[in-house]
């Protein structure tokens, strides 16, 4: 049998791209401060002659490999361990590019990942999650092995002081103190939140489902919250919350006010309604009538359906909507940051106001990594629960 040798089209592009960026965009930048501008540094003239060549080759590797594709996981894992060299080495010669500059610079000096680098890892990266979801048939320990060899890698450099020259890594060491009570307060008012949003947003899909009538007013209601920009709703939420906390003595203890955990919970959950419901509703209509018509004629009663049939096989569609729920709850939940609240937008708007950058991506970045995180954690969650006949009905969704 002959294998078809084709050109992998993204595997060319993010090449090509990655190339590009690395001779034409800056590696590194060269600040005298921490709030001033900079200058832009080349990868030849941060890293030297032999770890730029290094970083080429490799983007080389990548384009040579996917013009000539054979389409099998052999090139697939290839081109996967390329993309992972490719995100790793760049942000561990980061760390060696800010070490070589900082050794002729001044005391009080900063060296950020720049334009350049950060556009490898943006590709990189996609070429690795590509080429993970093209091992779709290969031994698990491949799949696996692709998958870790990034977080590995990154949390041994890390761990190593490799990048700890880098300016980010010098604004998390002066906001070590506060970065990981920060990190707590997001975590706790996102699951605190998402909770909440997933108790009522499944009881309101349900009550969409069941009662017809119900159903325009409670997805009106649901769609609502979403139009309600985030600062104007906890400006909305301060008057009510305020007069709640001082006239409700238990409230009052509780710690309910226009500022602190009470409006960031109330915007958090108000936006986390939607998907729930939403995904919960269409979850429950999607199950063919011909299923449920099987299990009333066994004797069972409605209860008994929505119990044992219904619910198991809305499963992944209603997961869908916590999933989806629970992502953008994190995101928001920088909102704390103007309500004295705390969480991870202090770093994020903090850095804008004070034009630290350093500081706005250890925010973002710390904010991004939840995330995936936590997407990561209940697609497995959801893949657990979700019984093995229906998996094929989650894919096509």
């Known amino acids: 049998m002959s294998t078809r040798i084709r050109t992998h ?13 690395l001779l034409l965009l800056p590696f590194a930048t060269l600040r005298a401060s921490r709030i001033q501008t900079g200058d832009p540094v080349s990868a030849l003239d941060a890293l030297g002659p032999w770890w730029s060549s290094g970083l080429v080759a490799v983007w080389v590797a990548i384009a040579l490999i996917s013009v000539r594709d054979s389409g099998g996981p052999r090139a697939a894992t290839a ?10 080495g760049t942000v561990g010669l980061s760390g060696v590019a800010a070490t070589r500059l900082l050794a002729e610079a001044g005391t009080f000096a900063r060296v950020s990942v720049g334009l350049g680098a950060w556009a490898c890892i943006a590709v990189s990266y996609p070429l690795l999650l590509a080429s993970r979801r093209e091992l779709g048939t290969a031994p698990r320990v491949t799949r696996l092995a692709l998958s870790a060899v990034g977080p590995v890698g990154l949390l041994v450099m890390v761990g190593s002081g490799l990048l700890g020259d880098l300016a980010i890594l010098r604004e998390y060491v002066n906001q070590s103190d506060r970065f990981w009570t920060e990190v707590g307060s997001h975590i ?9 949003a997933l108790a009522i947003g499944f009881g309101l899909g349900v009550l969409a489902f069941r009662r017809p009538r119900l159903r325009g007013p409670v997805f009106t209601v649901a769609n609502v919250f979403q139009t309600i920009p985030g600062l104007a709703m906890v400006g909305l939420l301060f008057a009510p919350l305020s007069w709640l906390g001082t006239n409700v003595p238990l409230l009052g203890r509780l710690g309910v006010g226009g500022l602190g955990w009470a409006p960031v919970i109330t915007a958090l959950t108000l936006y986390a309604l939607l998907a729930v419901v939403r995904n919960t509703y269409a979850g429950l209509a999607s199950v063919p009538d011909s299923v449920v018509e099987a299990g009333l004629g066994m004797g069972m009663t409605e209860g008994q359906v929505m119990r044992r049939v219904r ?19 994190l995101g928001n939940a920088t909102l704390g940051a103007f309500v004295a609240a705390g969480t991870l937008g202090l770093f994020v708007f903090g850095g804008l106001s004070q034009q630290a950058m350093d500081l706005v991506l250890l925010g973002s970045i710390t904010l991004v990594a939840l995330a995936l995180g936590l997407d990561a954690a209940l697609r497995t969650a959801q893949r657990l629960v979700t019984p093995r006949h229906t998996r094929r009905t989650e894919a096509v969704r």
């Open 188 to 196: 706790a008012l996102t699951a605190i939140a998402t909770g909440i």
């Open 9 to 21: 089209r993204v595997g060319v592009t993010m090449a090509l791209f990655g190339l590009s960026s």
């Open 311 to 329: 619910l198991p096989l809305a499963l992944p569609v209603i997961f869908g909507g916590i999933r989806t729920s629970a992502v953008q709850t």
């Open 79 to 88: 081109r996967g361990m390329l993309a992972s060299l490719a995100l790793l």
